[in-house]
């Protein structure tokens, strides 16, 4: 049984810096094929960024430059770090995993992805 959970969310001011963590476990398929979700009250989910599976790395336009994913393989841990954050980044952030290989024209799209983490709130206050 596959489970993803969420850690490190938080409050913080415009500007400031925060480090999401994502554990998996009884995940099989590959430790490139996870990625990371936001969505706000009232919006559909949206990628934020995502490994395709040669291992590179793709983010949404809106925070590339500023988040960082990456992959621990050793402890099964997939994070996203998060600089100059802005208001507008507020949002429950979850981690995902897909089963099956998908174009990188696709790594953004929620729908793609099998298994989902509970998520975890980061609130940016101006």
């Known amino acids: 049984q596959v489970q993803l959970v969420e850690s490190g969310g938080g409050s913080v001011q415009a500007g400031g810096s925060l480090r999401l963590s994502c554990a998996a476990s009884?995940?099989?398929?590959?430790?490139?094929?996870m990625g990371w979700f936001r969505q706000t009250i009232g919006k559909e989910r949206e990628g934020v960024a995502a490994?395709?599976?040669?291992?590179?790395?793709h983010y949404a336009g809106s925070v590339k430059g500023r988040f960082t994913i990456s992959r621990d393989n050793a402890k099964n841990t997939l994070y996203l770090q998060m600089n100059s954050l802005k208001p507008e980044d507020t949002a429950m952030y979850y981690c995902?995993?897909?089963?099956?290989?998908?174009?990188?024209?696709?790594?953004?799209?929620?729908?793609?992805?099998?298994?989902w983490g509970q998520g975890t709130q980061v609130t940016v206050s101006s």
């Open positions: 995902a995993a897909r089963s099956r290989p998908i174009g990188w024209s696709l790594l953004l799209s929620p729908i793609y992805y099998n298994y």
């Open positions: 009884g995940y099989t398929y590959s430790s490139t094929g």
């Open positions: 490994f395709d599976d040669g291992g590179n790395t």
